[in-house]
């Protein structure tokens, strides 16, 4: 008897489209959203409670906290953070659940907002380290999500269509 060879495609399970590179791009920037919309939900806690952040040992941020560029017009830039991961989660759950135009349209957009993001981490980050000379690892720690979620939309605009 003589057996026939199955090719990958051809073998793997009816589920398998849910595992493509882009549902798991999706998939990963919801993890990155929800982590982000955490850490700056406690930020933003710890200014509107006036409660001293817990930083255990590592860095100065209750210094980044109190200082001049915690706000911007008035608002914390903790509680922009929150919504800019609320805004990304927003688009990868457009995406994800193939509003029109959706696919067209969201992974620009996150890309695009993203880099914003990633732009003002960077001055952010910049003010802790040269003007400050203190640094926040909750703030770090956001500024890494934010480029984390740089680097996945990154991927998703350059390599489209490989649903």
Same mark, same amino acid.
């Given at each position: 008897?003589? !057996? ?6 051809? *073998?793997?399970?009816?589920?398998? +489209? =849910?595992?493509?590179? +882009?549902?798991? !791009? ?5 993890? =990155? ?16 409670? @006036? ?14 906290? @109190?200082?001049? &560029? ?5 608002? +914390? /830039? $903790? ?12 688009? /990868?759950?457009? !995406? ?18 993203? =880099? *914003?993001?990633?732009?003002?981490? $960077?001055?952010?980050? &910049? ?10 690892? %909750?703030? /770090? ?8 979620? %740089?680097?996945?939309?990154? /991927? @998703?605009?350059?390599? +489209?269509?490989?649903?």
């Amino acid at each position: 008897m003589r !057996r026939v060879r199955q090719s990958k495609a051809e *073998a793997l399970p009816a589920a398998a +489209p =849910l595992m493509t590179g +882009p549902f798991l !791009r999706s998939l990963a920037l919801i993890v =990155l959203a929800i982590a982000g919309m955490g850490v700056a939900a406690y930020l933003t806690y710890s200014h509107y409670a @006036d409660q001293p952040i817990a930083c255990g040992g590592i860095g100065e941020c209750q210094t980044v906290q @109190d200082s001049e &560029y915690a706000t911007l017009v008035g608002i +914390p /830039v $903790a509680l922009l953070g929150i919504l800019f991961c609320a805004g990304l989660l927003a688009l /990868v759950l457009a !995406r994800l659940a193939c509003l029109p135009l959706a696919e067209e349209w969201t992974p620009l957009a996150a890309f695009s907002m993203t =880099l *914003a993001g990633v732009a003002f981490s $960077a001055y952010l980050t &910049y003010i802790e380290l040269f003007v400050l000379e203190a640094i926040c690892i %909750w703030c /770090v720690t956001l500024a890494a999500i934010i480029t984390t979620s %740089w680097l996945v939309t990154l /991927v @998703d605009v350059l390599a +489209p269509g490989t649903e």
